[in-house]
């Protein structure tokens, strides 16, 4: 799940225009957001558009929008809250940065310590997505709780008796 690849090298600054580079409102089409959503995540910091046009013109790439696209999947197919999307992202950053900084070196020391960093940050990773799947799993529980009580109350009016702990609300006689 979390294979979001962002490329390492910073992003350019303002340029002009590119048929490359697409405006925020295509963007925000393009990957099922709104225009408003895109902005909100620049402004957070889950983004950053890879340039500006002349007219200050917000302008995105194609990793923008694998970005984005990664994103939605978590805010919306995962349920991940807009904080731990960003703690996820800033972790594969850093992941991306270790690898780098990794091959970059020959050095024992260095290299643990990065290694050390990535560690650390892999045992958030995780943690995160174990407090997820509890929650998760709290509420399978609880929906199969109330699966279970309603095959009950179907079992009691199928045997012919009143269905256990279902008191009438006043003015309303019980189902």
Request: proline fraction near 5%; glycine fraction near 8%.
């Amino acid at each position: 799940m979390l294979s979001y690849h962002r490329r390492v090298t910073p992003k350019p600054t303002p340029v002009a225009s590119s048929s490359a580079l697409l405006r925020v409102t295509e963007v925000a089409a393009e990957v099922g957001l709104t225009a408003r959503a895109v902005r909100y995540y620049e402004e957070i910091g889950l983004l950053k558009p890879a340039a500006r046009s002349g007219g200050a013109y917000r302008l995105y790439d194609d990793d923008d929008i694998e970005r984005l696209r990664f994103i939605r999947g978590l805010r919306d197919d995962a349920g991940f809250s807009l904080a731990e999307i960003g703690r996820l992202l800033e972790d594969e950053a850093a992941r991306a940065r270790n690898r780098a900084r990794f091959r970059a070196t020959t050095d024992r020391s260095e290299r643990r310590g990065i290694l050390a960093d990535a560690l650390a940050r892999t045992d958030g990773q995780i943690e995160i997505l174990r407090e997820k799947a509890a929650r998760l799993d709290a509420m399978i529980a609880e929906a199969v709780g109330r699966r279970e009580h309603l095959t009950a109350h179907l079992g009691d009016l199928d045997a012919g008796r009143e269905p256990a702990h279902m008191p009438a609300r006043p003015g309303r006689r019980a189902p």
